[in-house]
């Protein structure tokens, strides 16, 4: 018992060493050569990476208490160039000295970012995530699982670890309705709509500053934002040389290697930043592996008005085609169920027998070489100069070159369905074959951006900007015959269809903020957007998709903000969008039928915002509501076409609606608890169902019902508590629960997603040796309570001989208990 006492007795004094802290105070300044250094309140402050505390009114800011040893601070406002600062805790009050950023006229990284951003003053729903917010987040999965912990965000991945095909759903609404930008540049396809970040594996790692914006949010330049808006800045100026380098091992031989290095700001005015990445994995679902590799490259000069900067980077990546899924039974083990995939010819008998054997893993395709296998080179040059003291412009040319290919076996195939001749050998005639086929993107995308920025230096009541894009989508859609067990008058590499796609899109806006009273701001913003889009060929059905469409959307927004009392705002906003049918809805009905209509969206958005800090307490909430009021929408049918696209159809009215609750609480400096809660109601109206015969001829229900818009949960809420017990060791327990989504319009019960409920957890240690500024080993448990559930799927079904109704779903399970550990080093 002694030894124990004495043991204990030892931890405690060797503990209390560890937590000798003392107060760090100082004051931020904002520079300025007309009127000398002004206080500026409001700034963010981190420490080592985590916000602690923000400016007071007066400039000031104390931080109660930094525990011993050195600590990096940094200071950031929108508006204004980052400002780091070196400190070493100690028991005895210290005094930084005076920090000053400079203004918005000594152009940065923050100015290029600020035209597509929202803040405070532009009355929207949003939430930033910093460098040090992803880092901490980043292990080997794709970004969109670095976002899990956002409002109204519901993500989902194909192979079922996180790694290669991965969707985010916010508000319900999928890629195609969220406009992803990188540095302003369009990032989603601009046929599909989609945003295919397989295609670039491990860009979180190059990624300085994200903004999610919930609902229509601010204009920024690519097809209109139909749940919410992604913003991706690669532009931070790091002035400081660097080398990095993170290895990740875990669950599935999942691998993850990268390498970081910058050379700092070379001669005052130079820098040159890079990545290489490699991340492979065998997926947690049988024959789903993936194999990524991708580069970042970033030449820039900075002067103190100009800013230049020339970025590539590019992704490439092969993966097992899991975009099937797996049939209901894999997930029940019903055999009944079973031998009706059997008997409707859903399922072959021995494909029936390999669901029994891998279960809710079981993968439907054996061919070895059934892989996606895409590449994506991208290439941005930007300028950001200073136009005098008031404004200054930022710009950007781009270029986006995209080839690759689906190979897939395909077995007993027609002929005439590859527009070949049947094969006659003496009297027989052979009209089938089994074959590979490969079916080619080849496209390129190019354009340019600009952004007028005013911003007056002694006067922040007003600002300004108008800016716009020019942009032109060139895409050959094509399929060739690779091999084939009867060949009829087919070569190698033969196409058997061809079709070229050509989208032009241009868009003007114009917005201001005016602080019209101390309390009282408002915000206007009017974007008008032009589409041309022509297809010219037939696609692989042999059909003729011929399409000519044009539109013209002109897209208002307004709002106000009234500050409460200080670090209390009240805003309001009302906004409209409107967006073009993307191709899927043209090609994918019958010939001719160009019936796919423009969708139209009145958001209104209305929230409370307090931010309090309180010594070493600090409190953050916001509460939002939203109406989002369509026409036209357009809503997943809860099918796939043969490539895994989810195919839609318009309804003529329909709204989401709800409450977002977020908040952040941390009792003391080394924990804090964070949360976001979303209550939804999301509806169709006047909605007539849609079945099929046996002949799968359409049926249409005659009585139109109110009903749930598919893939849409009424409740999504994500915990985060995060402690920091020890100095360099943070905790984090992550939970996450998502309600029922029905896969299709039906609010039908027995074609829908479970409910469920995963936690996480995650350990990071931080070392800082002599020889290193620092060495951290990282662990990331998913699913920690071994949950089986799936978080995406598709249906379909018809009329059967007796008038019921025969269903097919097919899920996508998500990966029980697994891990991911990873070593990075900082030099």
């Given at each position: 018992m002694k030894k124990y006492v004495l043991t204990g007795a030892a931890l405690v004094a060797l503990t209390g060493a560890a937590w000798a802290q003392g107060p760090v105070s100082g004051s931020l300044l904002a520079a300025s050569e007309a009127t000398g250094n002004q206080p500026l309140p409001g700034a963010t402050i981190y420490l080592d990476g985590q916000a602690v505390s923000a400016t007071a009114a007066d400039g000031s800011f104390l931080l109660p208490a930094v525990p011993a040893g050195s600590h990096t601070l940094r200071f950031t406002a929108i508006g204004f160039g980052p400002a780091t600062v070196r400190i070493t805790g100690q028991?005895?009050?210290?005094?930084?000295?005076?920090?000053?950023?400079?203004?918005?006229?000594?152009?940065?990284?923050?100015?290029?970012?600020?035209?597509?951003?929202?803040?405070?003053?532009?009355?929207?729903?949003?939430?930033?995530?910093?460098?040090?917010?992803?880092?901490?987040?980043?292990?080997a999965q794709d970004l969109p699982y670095l976002l899990d912990q956002t409002p109204s965000v519901v993500v989902t991945?194909?192979?079922?670890?996180?790694?290669?095909?991965?969707?985010?759903?916010?508000?319900?609404?999928?890629?195609?309705?969220?406009?992803?930008?990188?540095?302003?540049?369009?990032l989603n396809d601009p046929e599909s709509r989609g945003a295919f970040l397989v295609n670039l594996p491990d860009l979180a790692s190059s990624v300085s500053s994200l903004q999610v914006q919930r609902g229509v949010g601010t204009s920024q330049n690519g097809g209109a934002a139909f749940g919410a808006s992604i913003n991706i800045s690669t532009l931070d100026v790091r002035r400081e040389a660097y080398a990095e380098t993170q290895n990740t091992y875990g669950s599935f031989n999942t691998w993850k290697n990268n390498v970081q290095f910058g050379t700092g700001l070379l001669g005052g005015h130079f820098t040159v930043d890079g990545r290489l990445s490699r991340m492979a994995t065998d997926g947690y679902m049988n024959r789903a592996e993936s194999d990524l590799k991708s580069y970042y490259l970033a030449v820039g000069y900075?002067?103190?008005?100009?800013?230049?900067?020339?970025?590539?980077?590019?992704?490439?990546?092969?993966?097992?085609?899991?975009?099937?899924?797996?049939?209901?039974?894999?997930?029940?083990?019903?055999?009944?169920?079973?031998?009706?995939?059997?008997?409707?010819?859903?399922?072959?008998?021995?494909?029936?027998?390999?669901?029994?054997?891998?279960?809710?893993?079981?993968?439907?395709?054996?061919y070895d070489n059934q892989t996606d296998n895409y590449q994506q080179n991208h290439y941005q040059l930007h300028l950001s100069q200073g136009l005098g003291p008031d404004w200054n412009i930022g710009a950007a040319l781009h270029l986006t070159r995209g080839f690759g290919y689906y190979e897939s076996y395909r077995a007993n195939r027609r002929f005439s369905a590859y527009n070949l001749p049947n094969v006659v050998i003496g009297n027989q005639t052979i009209t089938r074959t089994n074959l590979i086929d490969r079916k080619w993107l080849d496209n390129y995308f190019y354009g340019g951006t600009f952004a007028l920025n005013y911003q007056p230096k002694n006067n922040d009541r007003f600002q300004a900007t108008l800016g716009g894009a020019a942009n032109r989508f060139d895409n050959d859609h094509y399929g060739e015959i690779i091999w084939a067990q009867y060949a009829s008058t087919s070569n190698i590499r033969q196409r058997y269809y061809f079709n070229e796609a050509t989208k032009s899109d241009y868009n003007a806006y114009a917005r201001a903020t005016w602080q019209v009273l101390p309390r009282l701001g408002v915000?206007?913003?009017?974007?008008?957007?032009?589409?041309?889009?022509?297809?010219?060929?037939?696609?692989?059905?042999?059909?003729?998709?011929?399409?000519?469409?044009?539109y013209t959307f002109f897209n208002p927004k307004a709002g106000a903000t009234f500050a409460v009392a200080e670090g209390q705002q009240l805003y309001a906003s009302f906004a409209v969008g409107q967006r073009e049918p993307v191709r899927a809805d043209f090609t994918d009905r019958p010939a001719g039928d160009q019936s796919a209509r423009p969708e139209r969206l009145e958001?209104?958005?209305?929230?409370?915002?307090?931010?309090?800090?309180?010594?070493?307490?600090?409190?953050?909430?916001?509460a939002n509501y939203f109406y989002m009021n369509y026409r036209d929408q357009l809503v997943a049918t809860g099918q796939l076409n043969d490539v895994g696209t989810p195919l839609r159809t318009n309804v003529a009215r329909s709204y989401r609606t709800g409450l977002e609750l977020t908040g952040a609480y941390a009792p003391l400096r080394w924990l804090n608890l964070s949360s976001t809660l979303t209550l939804s109601r999301n509806r169709i109206l006047d909605y007539r169902d849609v079945s099929y015969d046996e002949e799968f001829n359409p049926v249409v229900a005659t009585e139109g019902r109110t009903t749930t818009i598919s893939y849409s949960p009424s409740v999504v809420s994500a915990h985060t508590l995060e402690g920091q017990p020890i100095k360099g060791l943070r905790l984090a327990l992550l939970y996450k629960t998502v309600s029922r989504q029905y896969l299709d319009n039906s609010a039908n019960e027995a074609r829908s997603i479970q409910?469920?409920?995963?936690?996480?957890?995650?350990?990071?240690?931080?070392?800082?040796?002599?020889?290193?500024?620092?060495?951290?080993?990282?662990?990331?448990i998913n699913n920690v309570l071994n949950r089986e559930y799936v978080a995406n799927g598709y249906t379909y079904g018809y009329l059967g001989a007796s008038g019921q109704q025969e269903t097919f779903n097919w899920y996508y399970p998500q990966a029980t208990r697994n891990f991911l550990v990873s070593v990075g080093l900082k030099l």
């Open positions: 028991a005895e009050p210290q005094q930084v000295p005076s920090v000053a950023l400079q203004m918005a006229s000594s152009v940065t990284s923050e100015v290029l970012v600020t035209a597509s951003r929202a803040n405070d003053r532009t009355a929207t729903a949003y939430s930033d995530l910093s460098r040090e917010d992803l880092d901490k987040r980043n292990f991945s194909d192979a079922g670890a996180g790694v290669g095909y991965t969707d985010i759903r916010i508000r319900g609404t999928g890629t195609t309705g969220i406009n992803m930008t990188i540095n302003g540049v369009p900075q002067a103190r008005n100009t800013l230049v900067k020339f970025i590539t980077f590019s992704g490439r990546e092969k993966t097992y085609q899991a975009w099937n899924g797996v049939p209901e039974p894999a997930i029940t083990g019903n055999r009944d169920l079973l031998q009706t995939y059997v008997d409707n010819g859903e399922l072959s008998t021995t494909n029936a027998e390999r669901v029994l054997r891998e279960g809710r893993r079981y993968s439907y395709y054996t915000y206007g913003d009017l974007q008008l957007r032009r589409i041309d889009y022509a297809i010219n060929g037939v696609e692989d059905d042999q059909n003729d998709v011929t399409t000519r469409a044009r958001d209104f958005e209305a929230g409370y915002r307090l931010n309090k800090t309180r010594g070493p307490r600090t409190l953050q909430l916001e409910p469920y409920q995963v936690l996480d957890f995650r350990v990071r240690y931080a070392l800082r040796p002599a020889f290193m500024k620092e060495i951290e080993l990282a662990l990331l």
